[in-house]
């Protein structure tokens, strides 16, 4: 096992147009996790296509596709993405995106192990996790085998973006597909281009019984929560008790 990045980690999902909360699974439109890669001064975006995490037990659905959104240098960048906004359509007159709500904070690695991947996290935000967390598969901690799939090959039925918004890598990580769909995140720069591909396959619930990767989780209260220093989130726009208390607003 060799530790390629590490750094923190983001969820959140947005209530679905027109819903002024969420309520369930039903009513969320949209989950997102940002990866902040330590020493490296960058945002990524990333959609996460099935709208929750790929289980990390037996039960539930192990895979999922997603891909980088947005890739910033400022946190603020990433606000037309996480804010409210009213926009106008025709047939419906004035609408309202809710705004994105934090479900999720910690700290992630991606290693290297054998002959492919892994995205690992641990939840230090909320302190326990709840309803939330709970429909949306972000559990206290989880190991995921992440791919990167090369944007000139077909992709597997109802998944992948349109060819004008896949990825364009350079050479030097283009060379390495070397015709295959799929090949592991090594290295981790492979994020740093919007429209990049990624596919999860749950792993394990247990990252160190795993991998053998301890990672350090701190203690977190509202006041030291990175989630505010670093992202810049805004309070009175995000509603934050999915983040604390894990249930639904």
Known sequence: MHVLERGNIYF????????????????VQRLYMVLSPRGNKSYRLIIIGEKRLPAVTREGDRISWGFVDVVASRAEELEDELDPETYTTKTRGERQRPAARPAGEGVYAIVRHVDHTHLAYALELPPKPGEVQRVLNIGEEGSYIISVKNPDTPSPPGMG???????????DLEERFRGRRFIPVDPPDFLNYEGAEILLIGASQDVYEELGLRLNRQRETEATAEIFRDLRIEKSLHPIT????????
Do not use: I, S
């Open 12 to 27: 959140f999902y947005r209530p679905r147009v027109g819903k002024e909360t969420a309520r369930g699974f039903a009513d």
């Open 161 to 171: 973006l349109d060819e004008a918004r896949r990825a364009t890598f350079p050479k």
């Open 242 to 249: 999915p983040l604390f208390k894990g249930t639904w607003a």
